[in-house]
Structures are given as structure tokens and as C-alpha cells.
């Protein structure tokens, strides 16, 4: 088995322009002006020509070192024309790549090790013997997620691709193995091949068990990655757990590894890793699985339980005691992660206008994927210095991309690690903070229903609990109300301690359903034992298994194997401002040095966009000075120069910084219209490097632009003629246009 590096100026441009127009977080680095250019939208439609004719994205010949293909059809020509056109941006951006690429080759050569793993890897997929020669090129932009691809032909793995951006050091390495066993999976023929041994080991068909399957693989094949990578690097943390597959499916998660990992370990041989892992996933129907944990049944079991503690449910205590302490360090866990994600945020941020110690921690967490980068800086400094680190960051630099909900979060995590929160209180406090600040939990878990369980929770509504708890926490508080309501004795009516009736063999200290012989109990007070998932480790109908669904539901069915799969409701955290400032008109003119433009706005379409806008031009709303950092409260847009002109487009203007990038230090929510279209020219929007970003920058097009519907909020328009002439003037003025001031007229 072999990797060889390959360049092609070709696919590095397209996977550039591919990650620009369709696959970049709106808090990465920017390459192209936005709104784009129609040509270079018209991307999108060269994709979904390739879609349609079963080309493979992207074609094999996009990697040829002779320059871009033939153009047959007209999707290829789209798509060539598109990256025509963004050359200019683009190009200057991957060459500043090109040391970078070199050390990233250098680097993957001395950590792969394959003259070690390659065999291992070969026997884990099934595939020994493999001759496979795998083509990769490290590409330094790439759509994400994932960050990776194959290149193929006739459904043949021919080379691989992986931005050497994102992922570094051991990282990469893992990301490389797990490409080599997805390639030798897609190549290899051979009777204990990975996917034909769990086929025929789950035969089953139907959405359900198909997705069982497909994720099972993904797993198996990213813990031997990982594996590999520590047998040469013990200080790796598997990209598996890092980032966020094992926070993603923990139940299938935590079944795979408490088997393959033995296999791999050498303590058990691979067939019987394998049957072992299937055997245990027929024990229950696929959805247990497939679908997410659900929120709301953990938060319903821990408040029900804590209430029938309180109540003096001794059994209730004992069981909470036990189950406390382990759910905590898995929050405590998955929101370590968490705050590796949401630093990543902190990519664009002007690091010379903060504290050098600040400064340097945001570029050691940014180098590579921050999830990685977190981790890595967080072993280095300890974990109360790392936190004490990132609630700055989220404080300071990080309000623009939402830390003001996660200054508290890695606050409290910081209490959490130095000792100073028990684990009740700390789970109390993450339920407390999803339910005041949002998004907690909503990365990895069903989050539907945990509002209105928050919510049932601060009111005291019992009833609403029960129904969302699982059925062992359900059947408690069932068996509690049975006796309240045989007993009927009130303490504040009877003036003395309730009565508890006897607890039965079923609800003695510690008692619980009856689990499976590989989960046993970890002692209170301590994590779970290696890291185990305790959350993923419970069985369906048990304390804290999150979902509130009775055992039955999940036992293994025909109907379970063909019903259609239930999409997670997804919910974010946006961030909406304080209730805005109501008008029934707004027109502002921008005082040029070519003449006055103005602008008329839509306060009651979009109200929060326009309040904004308002604010900023009379000076009512503090901004981010983007050269000194200083928060400033003065009109914003004096001063500030039309920074982009593209005759027959746009022109734009709102950015201090004069990069086309820059903003006022916080972020506004988008408030996209169903019926706001861009079917004519002179509209007035925002701009934007993602959902909800927008912030000061806004333009005014000179022509229809479609491709800009659904992406961009238009708040306003220009009307007289004599502003119109002045926007087309703008576009083709052979020096600055500059705006001298802003008045705005509005009641």
C-alpha cells in the first residue's frame, strides 16, 4: 500500500471556488468578494447539470496536470467559465499555499508510517494483500464539510484529495488512513471484505438498516484510523472522538469500540469482534442507533429524579447519586468539544489589538481545525488557564460571532474542571444556560422537545416531565404518586413527614433495569471508566438512555426495518438583538463626494435590518473600531469609502477596514422575506459571508441578479432617477468614491 503526492492547478481552483460558493462556514476566511459575481454563481447550476447526468463531482480529469479538461457538455462549460473568472481571487490565495503544502507533504511522510500500519489497516477492512497505490493531493481549500473526497472512475477510487488547511500533524495522518480504508473498501474484492461481512451479519433491508450499516462502517473505519495513528503517536486524540462522530451516534459509538477496539488490540480476532458488535446491534430494532439522543429525556430524567430525591424517594437518591457524577463528565465532555468548535469562529479575527497572550492562544487553537487545535492547547496549558483563556476570548474578540452566550458556558466549564462545581449543580447549570442562552446540546442531540422541557421544569409542571423522562424514571415517579395518593397526607397539612411506603425489591438502592453484561457501574464520584459514553452505554427504557420510549418500542421488527428515517429537528442559537427601534419611514442619503444618494428603506418588512442601519449611520449603536479595537459610539459609515464597484453588478460600502470583510463587531440575523426577490435592479441589502453575519456592509445592484434570492436581504431601494444616474456613476468612477457623511430622515 502506497500514497503518492500529485498537484493540479485545476482541482486546486475548483475545490477553491467549489468551497467558496457552496462549502465555507460564514466565520472562515473569505476569498471571493460577496455577493459573487452571476458568472461565478452560475457554479451551482454546473453542479446540479453534473448531478443530473451521473457525472462524479469531481470529474477525474479536473485533476490533470495538462490544465482544465475538454468542455463536452455544457455543465463542464459552466463550471469552467465560473472558475475562469474566479482565478483572479482565487489563485493568489492557493500559491500564498504552496510552503504550507510542502511541509504538510514532509510531515504526513515521517507520521504515516505505512510500512507499519498498512497491513493492519488492510486486515481491518478485509481487503490483505492490497497492492492499492492511492493518488492524494493536499489541496489548502476544500469544501467543508468534510474537507476530503475521492476522485473516481467508474465507481474506482483513483486518487483522494484533503485540505492540509484544516487538518495537521497527526490529525492529518488519521484523516489519510481513514481515506486509505475507505479506498481499499471501495477498490477491494474479498470474502471477509469490511461491508459484505456486516451485510451478511445484519441482513436486514430498509432505510433503518441500511443507515446501521453505512454508520457502522464510517465508525469501524475512523477507530482504526485513529488507532493506527496512536500506535505511532500516543499523544493523538482520534479524529473519531475529536471531531465529533462519537458525540454524533454515542450508541453505536460505544458499542463498536468496546468490541473493535479489542480487536485491534490484539486481545480478540476480528471475526468475532464483528459478531460480537452485530449480535449486540440486533438486540435492538436500528433507530435506537440511528436516531440522535434525545435532550429532553435527559434533562426530564435528571429534574424527576432530583424532585423524587428530594421527596424522599431513597431508591430515586441512589440512583441519581450513581448517575450524576457520570452524566456530568459527559457534558463536561461534549461541551469541551463544543468550545473547540466555536473557537474555530475566531479564524478572522484582528489579533494585533489584543493581549499578546490571548493573541497567541487564537492562533495556536486556529492552526488546523480548532477542535483539534483546543485540545492541543488546552494539554499544553492545563485545563484552567485554556478556559480561563477561551471565556476571553468569547468575551472579547468573540462577541462578533455569538460569545456572548459562550463566555458563560466556558465559565462554567471552567468552574466545572477546577473542582468548584458538584455535578448536580453543574448539570443544573448546562440545563439552565440551554434554556436562557441556547445551544448547549444542540450540535449532538435531539433538541425538539428540551425547551418545552426547560420550560415545564422552571414551572413545577410534574406531568410534563413524566411524559418525557424514559420509562424506568416515568415508572418511579408513577409508583411515587401511588402512594401520595394512598397515603393523602400533605406535610403541610398534616404537619409532619410524609410517609414513604416500603420500597419494593424492584426500587432498592442502585436496582435498575436489566442491562447488558458490559455495562458495569462506575463508582460515583468518578468518570466513566476510559472515557465510555455512559449515555451511549444505556439501554433503551433506563435511567438517562435519552429517549422516553418504552423498551418494546426498540425491540428488533419487520415494521422497525422498513420505516422511513426520522430527520433530527435541528435548532439554533440566532442572534437576535434587543427589540429594535419601530419606524413608520426611513430615507438616508449618502453624501458622496460625487453627489447625494438616497436610499429609501423598508422599516416594516425588516425591521431589525433597518433599525441597525439607522443606528450606525446617526451614531446610536457602539461599533468595534476594526484598527484600534476600541468599542466607539459616532456615525459609522462617515468616511468610509464605496470599497467595491462592478459595473453592471454592484457597487458596496459599510466597511471601515476597507477589505470588503470587515464589520462593526457584532453580527445582526437575517430576515429573509418569501417574497424578496432580487428581479430587478437598484435594490439595497445586506452583505454577508454566511447566515446570519451581516453586520454594516451593505450594496445596491445595477442589475436583476437572481442568483442572489434567499441569500442576501434586500431593506430598501433607490428610486429617483437622479440617484440611480449617481449608482451607475459610482460603478465606473476612475478614483475613490468616498462618503462623506450619512443623514438619515425617519419617524
Request: aromatic share 8%; charged share 20%; with cysteine.
Amino acid at each position: 500500500m502506497k500514497v503518492s503526492y500529485h498537484r493540479s492547478t485545476t482541482l486546486d481552483l475548483y475545490l477553491a471556488l467549489h468551497r467558496e460558493v457552496l462549502g465555507r462556514c460564514s466565520w472562515e476566511v473569505s476569498l471571493l468578494p460577496r455577493p459573487v459575481e452571476p458568472v461565478i454563481a452560475a457554479f451551482r447550476e454546473g453542479l446540479r447539470g453534473w448531478r443530473g447526468g451521473g457525472t462524479p463531482i469531481p470529474p477525474v480529469g479536473f485533476a490533470s496536470p495538462d490544465g482544465p479538461p475538454d468542455a463536452p457538455d455544457e455543465p463542464t462549460r459552466t463550471v469552467l467559465r465560473a472558475m475562469a473568472a474566479a482565478r483572479p481571487s482565487l489563485a493568489p490565495a492557493i500559491d500564498g499555499y504552496a510552503e504550507h503544502r510542502a511541509h504538510a507533504e514532509a510531515d504526513l511522510d515521517r507520521r504515516l508510517c505505512l510500512d507499519r500500519v498498512a497491513g493492519p489497516l488492510a486486515e481491518a477492512m478485509g481487503v490483505p494483500g492490497s497492492d492499492l497505490e492511492l493518488p492524494l493531493y493536499l489541496v489548502p481549500f476544500a469544501p467543508y464539510p468534510p474537507s476530503v473526497g475521492f476522485l473516481t472512475d467508474g465507481g474506482r477510487v483513483v486518487a483522494a484529495y484533503l485540505d492540509c488547511r484544516r487538518y495537521v500533524g497527526a490529525t492529518l495522518a488519521d484523516a489519510v488512513l481513514t481515506q486509505l480504508g475507505w479506498a481499499l473498501l471501495r477498490n477491494g474484492r474479498h470474502p471477509d471484505h469490511l461491508l459484505h461481512r456486516l451485510r451478511a451479519l445484519l441482513p436486514d433491508s430498509g432505510p433503518y438498516p441500511d443507515r446501521l450499516r453505512l454508520l457502522l462502517t464510517k465508525i469501524l473505519v475512523e477507530l482504526t484510523a485513529g488507532h493506527l495513528v496512536r500506535s505511532t503517536d500516543p499523544t493523538h486524540r482520534p479524529c473519531v472522538d475529536v471531531l465529533g462522530t462519537a458525540w454524533r451516534f454515542p450508541r453505536l459509538y460505544d458499542l463498536a469500540r468496546r468490541h473493535w477496539l479489542r480487536y485491534l488490540d490484539g486481545l480478540t480476532d476480528r471475526e468475532d469482534a464483528l459478531a460480537a458488535i452485530t449480535g449486540e446491534a440486533a438486540s435492538y430494532a436500528p433507530r435506537w442507533y440511528v436516531e440522535n439522543v434525545d435532550g429532553a429525556a435527559l434533562a426530564a430524567d435528571f429534574y424527576l429524579l432530583e424532585w423524587l430525591a428530594a421527596a424522599g424517594d431513597a431508591a430515586a437518591r441512589a440512583r441519581l447519586a450513581d448517575w450524576a457524577p457520570q452524566l456530568s463528565a459527559d457534558f463536561a465532555t461534549q461541551l469541551d468539544v463544543i468550545v473547540g468548535t466555536e473557537l474555530g469562529h475566531y479564524e478572522c479575527a484582528r489579533r494585533d489589538t489584543l493581549d499578546p497572550a490571548l493573541a497567541g492562544f487564537l492562533a495556536e487553537v486556529t492552526t488546523g481545525d480548532s477542535r483539534v487545535g483546543w485540545w492541543r492547547s488546552r494539554r499544553a496549558l492545563g485545563e484552567v488557564p485554556a478556559l480561563d483563556l477561551a471565556v476571553q476570548a468569547f468575551a472579547g474578540p468573540g462577541v462578533e460571532y455569538g460569545g456572548e452566550a459562550w463566555a458563560p458556558i466556558a465559565a462554567m466549564l471552567r468552574r466545572y474542571a477546577a473542582g468548584e462545581l458538584p455535578a448536580r449543580v453543574f448539570i443544573d447549570q448546562c440545563f439552565t444556560l440551554q434554556h436562557n442562552n441556547g445551544c448547549l446540546f444542540d450540535k449532538y442531540f435531539e433538541a425538539e422537545h428540551l425547551w418545552p422541557v426547560l420550560e415545564a421544569q422552571a414551572a413545577g409542571d410534574l406531568e410534563l416531565l413524566a411524559r418525557h423522562a424514559s420509562a424506568e424514571v416515568r415508572g418511579r415517579w408513577q409508583r411515587h404518586r401511588q402512594r401520595r395518593e394512598a397515603g393523602y397526607a400533605p406535610r403541610w397539612l398534616a404537619g409532619g413527614r410524609e410517609p414513604v411506603a416500603p420500597a419494593t425489591a424492584s426500587d432498592a438502592p442502585g436496582a435498575a433495569p436489566t442491562e447488558p453484561p458490559w455495562a458495569v457501574p462506575t463508582p460515583a464520584g468518578s468518570p466513566p471508566a476510559g472515557g465510555r459514553l455512559t449515555i451511549g452505554a444505556a439501554p433503551p427504557g433506563s435511567l438517562g438512555c435519552g429517549s422516553r420510549a418504552e423498551a418494546a418500542e426498540y425491540a428488533p421488527s419487520p415494521a422497525a426495518t422498513t420505516a422511513p428515517i426520522r430527520s433530527r429537528t435541528w435548532h439554533f442559537r440566532r442572534p437576535w438583538p434587543a427589540e429594535p427601534q419601530r419606524y413608520e419611514r426611513v430615507t438616508a442619503v449618502l453624501h458622496t463626494n460625487l453627489g447625494p444618494l438616497e436610499l429609501h428603506l423598508w422599516p416594516q418588512t425588516v425591521p431589525y435590518t433597518v433599525d441597525n442601519f439607522v443606528a450606525l449611520a446617526r451614531g446610536t449603536r457602539p461599533w468595534r473600531d476594526p484598527e484600534t479595537g476600541v468599542h466607539r459610539r459616532e456615525p459609522f459609515y462617515d468616511g468610509t469609502r464605496f470599497h467595491r464597484r462592478v459595473p453592471g453588478f454592484v457597487i458596496q460600502a459599510g466597511d471601515r477596514s476597507g477589505t470588503g470583510t470587515g464589520g462593526p463587531g457584532y453580527r445582526i440575523p437575517d430576515e429573509f422575506q418569501p417574497d424578496a426577490t432580487f428581479d430587478r435592479p437598484f435594490l439595497v441589502a445586506m452583505a454577508n459571508n454566511g447566515r446570519d453575519s451581516a453586520g454594516s456592509r451593505f450594496f445596491v445592484t445595477l442589475a436583476a441578479a437572481r442568483h442572489l434570492d434567499g441569500a442576501y436581504v434586500p431593506f430598501g431601494a433607490v428610486r429617483d432617477p437622479a440617484s440611480r444616474e449617481l449608482a451607475v456613476a459610482i460603478a465606473t468612477a476612475p478614483g475613490e468614491v468616498l462618503i462623506e457623511r450619512v443623514t438619515v430622515d425617519a419617524d
